[in-house]
């Protein structure tokens, strides 16, 4: 499904149908509601938008404004817009395509208000498309990207659904309006925690096609001298260009390794909170927030570094990657803004970091925070295992955890609200967030590597990925590194060079591991990435498919060219 959607360029009209409204009423909805409704949704007899997000807030999902008032006189709610920044704005499918939409609406009832709680209303007729008496809908315009997708606005005025609309799996409202609490208040935010996890999936994707195509081309493309008179390089052996393209190629498998830990992780914790145990929600939270954040923001600056990779014909259209780029845009803020998302798992470090403090043992992908040693032992490590790189990201982490945590107190010691203490923190809360999402992803492609069993050959080349991923992260970010000792300077160099041993030693199998994403042309949907290598040729047939070359003199050379030359002439 993340393939088909890829290829759809960030989606059109259905793309939210498929992963956000079908899946919140699996999520959501009773099992009556279910028999309801699921099968319609999944053989496509309604379409369906999942509209949270309002003009005036998106990250705040307790400031929603949009009323859901229960009248218990006729068993309905009352589904309401009373300002103009309640009006429901960015939904995908929402303005022209979906007739049907589960709304995030403030829940009140015997005169209390419940907080956000999800409603099935339809907003179109299913014979004539026209929107239902008292809403107003429409598209909200040209975007950066996605604009196959007609994200829109609704209004509703007083709009009247049975009570049995609302989503009712975790908390009910009973006929007579009371209301019953469900296991989590969170619950309700179920769906995207869900969701986030798939644009962890979507992010190694979308790096994985920007890798194959830049490489690709990079084979190619073939330009000066690399040394006086012999025939123009391949452009991919420049160190400079695997420099450029191999970290992206490593964090597109480093991440696809990621997302897959996501989707067990998240099938394994629902199932548990299916049986009632709340336990693993929090940790589920605060790792697709943290990998969501950070795959997508990593996505879209190695994207860009693709694009540069190809030079000039990268900033065309016919590379496919600015289409690439503006979808990565796209992740970085749909479905919880990236800094919001990282300071959710900041908090939850924060939690962890005082239970261990106190004494508590922590598991999971928390568990090192504990058993890393505050105090650090240096010395000439050996930077090419894995083992001690991985154990040196988790120093880092643990060290900038401590670091964010230990100076949040500090600065409540001194008095300060722990509101005001969290945001004058917050800049090293996100970074200490982002070094522990960073020693997941590093950790995880390294026991991921261990597992490949088909051919040795395999597991060698994604070892060096793996190691050249690891590298190229402790080089980027040495001081953080360095700052306590736990790295030396002599490390940081022995990193360098193994990184560059690395380039050369990926460089042969580049090729064979972007084939291996198996990413179709179709998908690709770009002429530098083309298979079969023959790019010249068609990005000649494709500039030729330009709208402009559709006549051979265009229509602005009569209406504005020709006069503005021949005044111009006559003056001369
Ligand atoms: C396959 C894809 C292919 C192509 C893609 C193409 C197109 C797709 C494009 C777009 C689709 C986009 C869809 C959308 O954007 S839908 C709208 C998404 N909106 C959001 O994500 C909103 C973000 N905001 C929030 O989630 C919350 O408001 C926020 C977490 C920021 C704060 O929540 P709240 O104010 O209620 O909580 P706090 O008081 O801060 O915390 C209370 C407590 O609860 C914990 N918490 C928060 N959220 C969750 C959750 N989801 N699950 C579990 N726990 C949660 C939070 O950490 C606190 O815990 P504690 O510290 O223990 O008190
Ligand atoms: C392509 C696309 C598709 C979308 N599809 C849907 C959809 O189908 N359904 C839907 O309901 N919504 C959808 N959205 C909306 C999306 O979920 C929101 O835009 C997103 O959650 C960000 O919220 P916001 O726009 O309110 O940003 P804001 O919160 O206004 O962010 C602006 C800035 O404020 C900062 N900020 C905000 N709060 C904090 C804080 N607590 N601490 C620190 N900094 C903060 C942010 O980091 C950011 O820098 C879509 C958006 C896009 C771009």
Redo the contacts with the bound molecule.
């Keep these: 499904?993340?393939a088909a959607?890829?290829t759809l360029g960030?989606?059109i009209g259905i793309?939210?149908h498929w992963?956000?409204f079908t899946p919140t009423i699996e999520q959501q909805a009773t099992e009556e509601q279910k028999k309801k409704w699921l099968k319609l949704a999944q053989d496509v007899a309604i379409v369906g938008a999942?509209a949270?997000?309002e003009m005036g807030h998106?990250?705040?999902?307790?400031g929603l404004e949009t009323t859901a008032t229960y009248d218990p006189s006729t068993q309905e709610f009352v589904i309401n817009s009373p300002t103009l920044t309640s009006t429901k704005w960015?939904?995908?499918g929402l303005g022209k395509t979906a007739n049907h939409a589960t709304v995030m609406a403030q829940l009140y009832t015997r005169g209390k208000c419940y907080g956000p709680h999800n409603f099935m209303v339809q907003i179109r007729s299913l014979e004539n498309h026209q929107p239902c008496p008292g809403v107003t809908l429409g598209d909200i315009g040209p975007k950066m990207e996605?604009n196959g997708?007609d994200n829109g606005f609704a209004r509703f005025d007083h709009v009247r659904i049975p009570r049995e609309n609302m989503l009712m799996k975790f908390a009910r409202v009973e006929a007579d309006g009371t209301y019953v609490q469900p296991p989590?208040s969170?619950l309700a935010?179920?769906n995207?925690?869900y969701?986030?996890g798939?644009?962890v999936?979507?992010a190694a994707q979308a790096l994985a096609s920007a890798t194959t195509i830049a490489v690709r081309y990079s084979c190619v493309r073939r330009q000066s001298e690399m040394k006086p008179g012999e025939p123009e390089p391949q452009i991919l052996e420049y160190q400079t260009q695997q420099y450029k393209l191999f970290p992206q190629l490593a964090a597109a498998y480093a991440f696809w390794f990621a997302s897959w830990f996501m989707t067990q992780q998240h099938g394994s914790i629902t199932g548990s909170m299916e049986k009632g145990d709340m336990s693993g929600?929090?940790e589920?939270?605060?790792l697709s927030?943290g990998l969501k954040s950070y795959t997508t923001a990593v996505t879209a600056r190695g994207i860009d570094v693709c694009r540069m990779a190809c030079g000039g014909h990268g900033y065309s259209h016919a590379s496919g990657l600015p289409a690439l780029f503006g979808?990565a845009a796209?992740?970085c803020t749909?479905?919880?803004?990236n800094t919001?998302?990282m300071l959710?798992t900041a908090?939850?470090l924060v939690?962890c970091f005082a239970q261990s403090q106190a004494g508590k043992r922590l598991t999971g992908t928390v568990a090192y925070l504990s058993a890393v040693q505050p105090s650090p032992v240096a010395g000439n490590r050996n930077m090419s295992d894995l083992g001690t790189l991985v154990a040196a990201f988790q120093h880092r982490a643990a060290r900038m955890v401590r670091h964010a945590a230990m100076q949040m107190q500090g600065e409540m010691q001194k008095g300060k609200a722990r509101e005001d203490a969290w945001n004058s923190c917050s800049v090293l809360l996100i970074k200490a967030a982002e070094a522990h999402v960073h020693s997941f992803v590093v950790r995880n492609f390294a026991e991921t590597v261990q597992t490949v069993e088909v051919d040795e050959s395999v597991r060698a080349v994604l070892t060096s990925l793996c190691q050249l991923y690891s590298l190229y992260g402790i080089t980027e970010h040495a001081g953080d590194f360095l700052k306590d000792g736990y790295l030396t300077g002599r490390d940081i160099d022995a990193a360098s060079s193994h990184l560059s041993a690395m380039l050369a030693r990926v460089r042969p199998d580049a090729v064979a591991l972007v084939d291996a994403f198996d990413l179709h042309d179709k998908i690709l949907r770009s002429v530098l990435g083309r298979y079969d290598g023959r790019v010249y040729e068609h990005l000649y047939e494709w500039a030729k498919k330009s709208p402009l070359n559709k006549s051979e003199v265009h229509e602005s050379y009569y209406k504005y060219l020709q006069p503005f030359l021949k005044s111009n002439r006559a003056k001369l």
Excluded: D
């Design positions: 499904m993340a959607l890829q960030g989606g793309t939210l992963i956000a999942y949270q997000t998106g990250t705040f999902v307790r960015w939904p995908g996605s997708n989590s969170k935010y179920s995207m925690v969701l986030r798939t644009f999936m979507s929600l929090a589920l939270h605060a927030a979808g796209a992740l749909a479905e919880g803004e919001v998302m959710q908090r939850y939690k």
